[in-house]
């Protein structure tokens, strides 16, 4: 039980980082060979140090990413795979967010497009961005049911302010007219002011096609593929070498 009125101050205001700091330089520093700056600039890293281990947590949790634990640093750069080194960890520095550019995965099934994309978004979520994974198909049927119940405003207004939106599994199949439409809606309200992943086993160039109507494709896609960095993933799948 606390007892200090200003350990239960610090508590009381939510500073749990400052406060356990307080106590544990009690405990360690009794002969107080550390100052009262000192003290405090250690309080205030522990804090500071917390809050951001918070926010981290909170923004893996709200991502919902089919794998949250994907990090960069566990890439594989192996010769056959088309990665280059140089460039993935020129993008872990997060500038292409900054700059509201997107990042375009393109490979055959299996060759680590999804686990990569996330990887991305779990890196801007520790340059505290805010990310949000969903499957194209699933995105679909979520503006549709929106649609319906008159939620449509309010969810692309959601989409639109995620950072980082991670669209998985784009192009495997063609679009309906409304299809077309939500996205054009979706891809404007971003378009300059935040950044997309996209993975899709269709390669870029039949991206136009695949999304049909002419006008409404060169829209779409003017909007998504001219400020995006291309990464096409080769070799074997990696589920097939993951079971032998």
């Not at 500073?15 to 000192?38: F, H």
């Not at 960069?72 to 010769?79: C, G, L, Q, Y």
Request: proline content about 2%.
């Amino acid at each position: 039980m606390l007892t200090h009125p200003t350990l239960d101050q610090m508590t009381a205001l939510g500073l749990t980082g400052m406060a356990q700091t307080w106590k544990d330089l009690e405990e360690q520093d009794q002969n107080q060979s550390l100052d009262r700056n000192e003290w405090l600039g250690l309080m205030l890293d522990r804090e500071a140090t917390m809050r951001a281990d918070k926010r981290f947590a909170n923004r893996i949790r709200n991502a919902k990413m089919r794998f949250p634990d994907a990090c960069i640093e566990d890439a594989k750069f192996t010769s056959d795979r088309g990665l280059d080194r140089r460039q993935i960890l020129s993008l872990a520095q997060g500038d292409w967010i900054k700059a509201h550019e997107q990042i375009i995965l393109t490979g055959q099934t299996g060759t680590g497009k999804t686990w990569l994309a996330c990887a991305f978004g779990h890196q801007a979520a520790r340059l505290d961005h805010s990310v949000f994974y969903v499957r194209i198909p699933r995105l679909f049927e979520d503006m549709a049911m929106a649609r319906l119940d008159g939620r449509f405003p309010k969810l692309v207004d959601k989409l639109a302010r995620v950072q980082v939106l991670i669209l998985d599994d784009w192009g495997t199949h063609s679009l309906t007219d409304q299809q077309r439409l939500d996205l054009l809606e979706l891809f404007e309200e971003r378009y300059q002011r935040r950044s997309t992943i996209i993975t899709a086993q269709l390669p870029v160039s039949g991206w136009h096609e695949m999304i049909g109507e002419p006008t409404i494709a060169d829209a779409i896609l003017d909007r998504i593929i001219h400020n995006a960095y291309r990464l096409n993933l080769k070799g074997e799948s990696l589920r097939r070498k993951d079971k032998t």
